[in-house]
Structure formats: C-alpha cells, structure tokens
C-alpha cells in the first residue's frame, strides 16, 4: 500500500510559536486531506488540497499541495493550547493517512 | 451541526466471537467509510461504501468483515470469529459525494477482544 511518512513525530513547542509539520509520500497523490485527532476522538478535517501548488488557509492553518505531488506541508501560526493533539495527512482517494505528527503547546 | 453516530462506544468480546458495530451516517450522505486505529498508530482505511456496495476496500478488509446498509439510516461494520489484534478503535465516516473535501468522521467504537 501507499506509505506516508509524517516528520516531526512529535514537537512540544511554547503557546505563541508557529509550527510547521511535513507528509511525504513513496507516490504522487492526486489529493491531499490534513486531519486533527483530539485523544479519544474521530479525525476532523482541516484543510483538503486538489491541485499541486495550490495553498490554502482555514484561520491559523496552511496548508501547501507539493509540487512534485509527493508531499504536503501543514503550518499553523500562532499556536494555542487547544492546537494540541495528533495531526494526520491522508492522501488519494483510497484514503491512505500517514504516521502522524503529536503536537503539545506549553502554555 | 449534523453529526455521524455510532453504538456502541466501547464492546469487549471474546476472542471467535462475532460483533456488529454501528454507524449512523450524516442524512443526507452516500458514500460511507469504515476505518481502524490500533492504539498509538494510524487511521487504517478498511472499506468504502456507495449505492449499496463496496466501491473500495484496503488489503485489511478481509473475509472476515463485511458491510451492510440494513436499512436508510444505519451503516454496520461485521467482524467474524474476532482475534486479539482485531483490538482497535473502529471509526466511521461519510461524505455527500465523491470529493473528500466533507468527510466527517464519527466519535468510534472501541473494540476490545479478550
């Protein structure tokens, strides 16, 4: 099956700071989805991408649909305590998700 | 806000038994999404489901499992003679169309087999 390797594994970071977080995948990828996962919860859907290059925003959070179509990045700016939790890209309409990236804030 | 539901929240059966696990998708939804999450790892695509039939289905999704849409409403998950690494939080989704853009996921059921 399709591999997706997400980098950092984990990050813990101060309340303020921005955060960047990288998904790359072993094949290209028509769509790329990002997710966050509160502990004890279903994944919410943060940003979808369809078109390589493209860059898209909801609020705090881009989004950017590589190039090559082999990776995706995630950045949320000015993060918050309630950032935390663990993000997962998905790609692909067999909705492949990665290894996923463990955020903590520090107030 | 529409919601995707599911029952129970958390089953424990033993292991070669069967269990059912259920899913209310979004009313108005018609593709249907069942994924697993092993403690501590990633979202496992198993199956997704349109029109009443399978449309795709990952390497996971064996004999062992099956699908069904009983009714208008509710989306089951079947797994048969259950094993101790069938452990995981079962999750399921829905969407309106094809796109991916409003796939929204249910809270889980977690499965423990003993």
């Known amino acids: 099956g399709q591999q997706l390797n997400q980098s950092p594994q984990s990050m813990f970071i101060q309340e303020g700071e921005d955060v960047s977080m990288n998904c790359t995948s072993s094949?290209?990828?028509?769509?790329w989805l990002w997710y966050k996962q509160d502990p004890g919860e279903g994944p919410v859907l943060l940003i979808a991408?369809?078109?390589?290059?493209e860059l898209t925003s909801n609020g705090r959070l881009t989004a950017q649909f590589g190039i090559t179509r082999k990776d995706s990045f995630l950045n949320i700016s000015a993060s918050i305590p309630s950032d935390v939790g663990i993000y997962f890209c998905?790609?692909?309409?067999?909705?492949?998700f990665g290894t996923g990236t463990s955020l903590t804030v520090i107030p | 806000e529409p919601e995707v539901t599911q029952t129970p929240s958390h089953q424990v059966t033993q292991m070669g038994q069967e269990v059912i696990l259920r899913c209310v998708p979004i009313s108005n939804h018609l593709y249907f999404y069942w994924y697993r999450q092993i403690l501590g790892q990633k979202v496992e695509f198993l199956v997704s489901f349109y029109n009443n039939e399978i449309s795709e289905k990952s390497e996971i999704f064996d004999d062992q499992f099956s699908v069904e849409r009983p009714d208008g409403s509710n989306f089951t998950l079947k797994i048969r003679s259950t094993k101790l690494e069938d452990s995981a939080m079962y999750f399921c989704?829905?969407?309106?169309?094809?796109?991916?853009?409003?796939?929204?996921f249910g809270p889980g059921t977690r499965l423990t087999v003993t």
């Open positions: 989704a829905s969407t309106h169309g094809t796109g991916l853009r409003e796939q929204y």
């Open positions: 094949s290209i990828f028509n769509t």
């Open positions: 991408l369809y078109k390589a290059g």
């Open positions: 998905a790609g692909d309409n067999q909705f492949y």
